[in-house]
């Protein structure tokens, strides 16, 4: 293993997957300073950061050319986004300071998500059919005229599943742009323009990269079993990682590796959002950042597994590592099956017990649970994929095993047996009321 080199690093926006980051490139050695994109943080991200990894937290330094004379002064080595909102601003940033970064002239593609699906059209790569627009009027026009059900009505640079829903017709494409023109997006930004897009029948799948000079490395893909919900878009089920070597992950990698290049994504990481279509793998959307949902070292680790967030700390502070990686394979190699299983909760209401949470312990394949939320905290109806309310790991040598331990978690939290919830009392003051970022 290479000599770790001491590296000076900007994290910009480090609120959600940026505190993980931050942890691995800290204890590997990196001088690290938190920078924000905004004056002040969006509400959903409220919590802040975690300031003990960081030498100084820089606050706002003003629009990126102001803020890249400070930078430029401190001999950065690296400038990077903490989260979904910090993705551009940290893009430019490094640009004017000259560190590495992705391709300038596609920084547009990697964030407006309509420009993005149009340069994977570009260079003939399979993705949905769509259309941009500013109105409800014209949402329903577009959807009269392309005339195939579903469509997905979803904002143009938002996160997280924020007002994505799927229409059966054209009154629900109507109520659904009204629900998001009326609405801000997860970064407190109006929404003035929305996207209409084909729905992308198949299964859903995940494929997270990291890269370095236009050569990319898959360092998870998992299977993403959904539930579709009406009027709204879907629930996030669970993940379970795919096994590297089969034909599925051969060709999502293929896929992505061809959809990172068309999106100038040469230096840095991506979550890469894909369904398995009857025409082969298909994008959804890629931001070019970490994965957002569970990355808990721990549980990774006893399946042989390094997170994204661990792998692109490696890339950046010990390089001939993973150079020595890349020579021997383009992807991850666990030992053991690993799945995530999240949380769906039925309706509005207070948590009022946890002790049903011991019931995992049961399960054979049970390796842990993160992010419980305590008695008093108030709940919605799951309509997302933020994974609030928890992440359950089961890790084992047996698929089969992981799997009817995965029905028995769903079933359980079904029935109320996990966290118990008062539906009921949705409308009383609760002592806890968190919002999933």
């Given amino acids: 293993m290479g000599a770790i080199q001491a590296k000076k690093i900007v994290i910009v926006d480090g609120y959600s997957m940026g505190r993980e980051l931050a942890h691995d490139l800290h204890t590997r050695g990196a ?14 991200f409220r919590a802040g950061i975690n300031a003990t990894p960081y030498r100084a937290d820089l606050g706002y330094l003003g629009a990126e050319e102001e803020a890249a004379r400070t930078i430029l002064a401190m001999n950065v080595d690296h400038v990077l986004a903490g989260s979904e909102l910090g993705v551009s601003y940290a893009e430019r940033l490094a640009h004017l300071a000259g560190a590495p970064t992705n391709l300038y002239p596609l920084i547009a593609e990697r964030r407006n998500k309509f420009r993005m699906i149009a340069a994977l059209h570009r260079r003939g790569l399979l993705a949905a059919e769509q259309t941009l627009v500013d109105s409800e009027n014209e949402a329903v026009a577009w959807a009269q005229r392309y005339g195939n059900w579903p469509l997905v009505v979803k904002p143009l640079d938002s996160a997280g599943s924020d007002n994505v829903t799927i229409c059966r017709s054209l009154e629900e494409v109507r109520t659904a742009c009204r629900k998001a023109f009326g609405a801000h997006t997860v970064f407190a930004q109006p929404n003035r323009q929305l996207i209409v897009q084909s729905w992308l029948d198949g299964t859903q799948y995940i494929v997270n990269t990291v890269s370095r000079d236009g050569r990319h490395f898959m360092t998870d893909a998992w299977r993403v079993n959904i539930r579709l919900l009406p009027g709204y878009a879907m629930v996030m089920e669970d993940f379970e990682l795919l096994a590297p070597e089969s034909n599925v992950a051969s060709a999502l990698l293929r896929y992505t590796f061809d959809a990172l290049d068309a999106l100038g994504i040469v230096n840095g990481t991506a979550h890469s959002e894909l369904k398995w279509t009857a025409r082969g793998p298909a994008m959804i959307e890629t931001g070019a950042r970490l994965m957002g949902a569970a990355m808990d070292r721990d549980s990774y680790a006893a399946a042989g597994l390094k997170t994204q967030s661990i792998y692109h700390a490696l890339d950046i502070m010990q390089p001939e590592w993973m150079n020595d990686m890349r020579r021997r394979s383009d992807r991850y190699l666990p030992g053991r099956h690993l799945t995530k299983v999240f949380f769906a909760f039925a309706g509005d209401g207070v948590i009022t017990g946890v002790d049903g949470l011991e019931r995992l312990l049961e399960l054979p394949t049970f390796h842990a649970i993160y992010r419980t939320l305590p008695v008093g905290t108030r709940v919605h109806l799951t309509t997302d994929s933020t994974g609030w309310g928890g992440a359950i790991y089961l890790v084992h040598e047996d698929a089969a095993l992981i799997k009817r331990d995965r029905e028995q978690i769903r079933a359980w ?7 118990e919830i008062d539906y009921e009392a949705a409308d009383m003051p609760a002592e806890t009321s968190a919002a999933a970022c």
């Fill in 413 to 419: 939290d079904a029935q109320g047996l996990l966290y």
């Fill in 31 to 44: 001088e690290l300073f938190h920078l924000r994109s905004t004056p002040e943080p969006p509400p959903v």
